[in-house]
């Protein structure tokens, strides 16, 4: 009986945990979804790691070291579908910040025998290196639009996951618009939804933390951000966030880095 | 068998990758390594040029796990280096916020991650088959936990509602209404997990620490107090620079502390409860009183009954709060950027962590400094390790590793924030 349940893998890279951990958050929902699979390794959670190959592979993090890219490249081998989970494995995530930086000197800063220290120049995303199924986007990714891909692939379906922006959900939640209101600036016009539009709900500007939506106009909004009195650095800043090495995101923020 | 190496490759049911290593000669233990090989992430690095504001959201990202200790430890330290510190409700609902975090960390690291180990099973959804009703209870504590920190702060990891000065929007009084219902369920399913791991059995394992955490005068610790320890440490916050230093050793990417008088410590619940236990709440003192627990306790193994009551005290003292909650007027308090450098510490669920900032007049991060709990307690988990092998060294493989790996899971380790997991690894020469 056992053995006929689809092999759930959860693999990590360079990350903070907090995507798997959103496995483990859906207390509802957890031993249901747990009891539809045999994970077969997951060893945030288990101790009893399986070999592959696996029917579903999750990936959190990023590709930092030359180790994440062989272990990247196994990975992609033993799962059949393979999905990358969050900022960092869609993206980068925040250590993407190295890319524009000698990451030499990064080692410098942090740690006293840099010669101990083996990383890659560049934070990037897993896709740069092996094909992927499906990058389910957001630092932290949504428990339940997770929940929602697993489902879909464990039933042979595609994900049906929105890819407009975060003022539609917005708009849907009745939120008065904080930048029109309020003058604060906000990404949520060029940022994927996902997140339940929570930065406007609690008062305050979307940082872009699920990446830009499907042809995001980033120029247009760095230009309203401007003309309503922010600094060239704080815009380069706010599109050099969790989601920086995104191609909309970097290009803008380069734009303004001058 | 006199001679050997145990190690293992992927230490499970931590946070984050690392591995372990011991090299058994003789029948002696002659070396442990706590190799963390989790890649390094440079936070302390690019926060330079980064604006003060953003300090919150960015050092959450180092741990997916106590995102709220990150964002507290930053607010506190550059609150101090500006000299405005908020007060009345703002300090309350940070209580709060961490209130849940604890819940939420504890609950994970005691049934999930660490209960299986005294049980037998490889992980809970094995535990679960045998005991169902534990795990579902498990985890509806958890879930609160997780409820509190969301309705505060906005989500349960990397919580967006934190701000230096306070918070962006706070809730109203009838918001935490729902809350304190299911308190006051989680406080009872608190005190029935203090008496399930009271039940459990412990190796005979006692050593002579040196305990640190925060020390408040009239509270149990969470944001605020004086670093003290059981050998004589009381210092101000803005003194743990003197007072301790990191080495960068070549097996790990973590870097290791220790105390520059002396050497190793050990921070974490046992820790907190050992200095503190006066400034427990009245019902956290009955249950230990009624399960006669000492008010000192010198076992790590006994940290998961520990973690078990601070899961009472968070419930109770997030009761307490949201009983005398009123909304305050403003979110925040006005923040006016200075030229300054600023120290923070708070009690994250695993232990202390440190922040430090230099911020220069317009605002931005000049340098950052982040010390978390794990990296703290290396040095005590291989000093540990090396004083518990010998009395069990004849123990069978498979036996003596799921020990040592036990012993390391008394931390809570938090590799990802030590990088800022765990592979065994035990050689015996032949």
Not at chain 2, 81 to 99: H, M, N
């Amino acid at each position: 009986m056992k053995n006929n349940k689809p092999k759930l893998a959860v693999f990590k890279l360079s990350s903070c945990d907090g995507c798997q951990l959103s496995i483990l958050d859906a207390e509802d929902e957890l031993l249901a979804v747990l009891g539809a699979v045999d994970i077969a390794y997951f060893p945030e959670a288990s101790s009893r790691m399986l070999p592959g190959p696996y029917d579903i592979g999750l990936i959190e993090g990023s590709v930092t070291t030359p180790h994440d890219v062989e272990l990247a490249r196994q990975i992609r081998k033993d799962c059949k579908t393979l999905i990358t989970i969050g900022a960092c494995a869609t993206a980068g995530g925040i250590q993407a910040l190295r890319n524009w930086k000698d990451v030499k000197e990064f080692t410098k800063i942090v740690y006293a025998h840099p010669q101990y220290i083996s990383t890659l120049d560049r934070s990037m995303p897993v896709a740069s290196f092996i094909h992927v199924d499906f990058e389910l986007r957001g630092c932290p990714v949504n428990k339940y639009q997770l929940i929602d891909v697993i489902v879909a692939y464990l039933n042979n379906k595609k994900p049906n996951i929105s890819s407009h922006s975060v003022c539609m959900e917005c708009k849907q939640k009745g939120n008065v618009c904080v930048m029109v209101a309020h003058g604060t600036p906000c990404l949520g016009p060029v940022t994927q939804t996902g997140c339940g539009s929570i930065c406007p709900s609690y008062d305050r500007g979307c940082y872009g933390c699920f990446g830009p939506m499907d042809s995001p106009n980033t120029t247009s909004l760095a230009r309203n951000i401007e003309a309503r009195g922010e600094t060239k650095y704080d815009i380069m800043l706010a599109f050099r966030g969790f989601n920086a090495y995104s191609e909309p995101f970097r290009k803008e923020s380069e734009v303004y880095e001058k | 068998m006199k001679n050997r190496t145990i190690k293992v490759d992927y230490l499970a049911r931590v946070e984050g990758e690392g591995a372990l290593y011991i090299k058994i000669k003789n029948g002696e233990v002659d070396d442990v390594k706590l190799k963390i090989f989790e890649p390094p992430r440079f936070f302390e690095a690019f926060l330079r040029g980064r604006k003060y504001s953003e300090a919150p959201d960015i050092t959450a990202r180092i741990c997916g796990i106590c995102p709220i200790a990150y964002q507290m430890s930053a607010v506190n330290a550059i609150e101090h280096a500006f000299g405005q510190v908020p007060d009345g409700q703002i300090r309350e609902l940070r209580r709060l916020i961490y209130c849940g975090e604890w819940i939420e960390s504890h609950t994970l690291h005691l049934y999930m991650l660490h209960a299986p180990d005294f049980l037998g099973y490889p992980d809970v959804i094995h535990m679960a088959k045998d005991f169902p009703e534990v795990v579902e209870k498990a985890l509806k504590l958890k879930r609160i936990g997780n409820d509190i920190v969301k309705t505060i702060g906005g989500r349960e990891i990397h919580p967006i509602n934190v701000k230096v000065g306070g918070f962006y929007k706070v809730p109203q009084k009838k918001d935490l209404r729902q809350l304190r219902e299911d308190l006051l369920w989680a406080r009872d399913a608190a005190i029935d997990t203090v008496k399930f791991t009271s039940t459990l059995t412990f190796p005979d394992f006692e050593q002579d620490y040196e305990f640190i955490s925060l020390c408040h005068e009239t509270e149990y610790p969470f944001n605020e107090g004086r670093i003290k320890s059981n050998k004589g440490l009381d210092i101000s916050v803005e003194e743990y620079d003197f007072n301790f230093i990191e080495e960068h050793v070549e097996y790990s990417h973590a870097l290791h502390s220790k105390l520059r008088e002396r050497d190793n410590y050990f921070l974490g619940p046992i820790a907190r409860y050992n200095l503190n236990f006066d400034k427990l709440s009245p019902i956290v003192k009955q249950v230990a009183g009624e399960l006669n627990l000492p008010r000192q306790i010198n076992n790590p193994f006994k940290s998961i009954i520990v973690r078990g009551l601070e899961t009472l005290y968070a419930c109770d003292e997030a009761i307490r709060i949201i009983d005398q909650y009123e909304k305050p007027d403003e979110p925040s308090i006005q923040i006016n950027p200075i030229e300054a450098t600023g120290n923070g510490a708070s009690e994250a669920p695993r232990g202390m962590l440190y922040h430090r900032y230099r911020i220069n007049e317009e605002g931005l991060i000049m340098d950052a400094k982040i010390v978390p709990p794990t990296s703290q307690n290396q040095k005590t988990i291989e000093k540990d390790l090396k004083h518990f092998i010998p009395p069990r060294v004849n123990l069978p493989e498979k036996e003596l590793v799921l020990q040592c790996e036990q012993a390391v899971r008394n931390y809570d380790p938090c590799i990802s924030c030590a990088t800022h997991f765990l592979k065994l690894h035990v050689e015996r020469e032949n």
